[in-house]
Nanobody, 127 residues
Framework: QVQLVESGGGSVLAGGSLRLSCAVS????????MGWFRQAPGKEREFVAA????????DYADSVKGRFTISRDNAKNTVYLQMNSLKREDTALYYC????????????????????WGQGTQVTVSS
């Protein structure tokens, strides 16, 4: 049974930082690329960041590039999202996602490429 459990969300002032974690079980974690997505109230789920199997390649949405960093620890079956210089528009429910296939996807940023999702962790940024 595949499980993804996010943690690390919370409330923070604009300009602050948070580090999200996502622990994965039920799959050989190191065989899969991983993604982070977010969904704000009234908006569609959007891509935030993704990382390759060994962490050597990463991809970011333009809105978070230079502020967020995705990383992974394959020994701990965990993927991280370090979020710095947070803005009010970063407020959302953040999800980690695991694909159903270990093959490199056609569209790394597409939510449809991911078959397994965590329950989400809330990030609220206030000014």
């Amino acid at each position: 049974q595949v499980q993804l459990v996010e943690s690390g969300g919370g409330s923070v002032l604009a300009g602050g930082s948070l580090r999200l974690s996502c622990a994965v079980s039920g799959r050989t974690f190191s065989n899969y690329y991983m993604g982070w997505f977010r969904q704000a109230p009234g908006k569609e789920r959007e891509f935030v960041a993704a990382i390759s199997r060994n962490g050597g390649s990463t991809d970011y949405a333009d809105s978070v590039k230079g502020r967020f960093t995705i990383s992974r620890d394959n020994a701990k079956n965990t993927v991280y999202l370090q979020m710095n210089s947070l803005k009010r528009e970063d407020t959302a429910l953040y999800y980690c996602a695991l694909p159903g296939s270990s093959s490199w996807p056609f569209n790394l940023r597409g939510a449809y490429e991911y078959d397994y999702w965590g329950q989400g962790t809330q990030v609220t940024v206030s000014s």
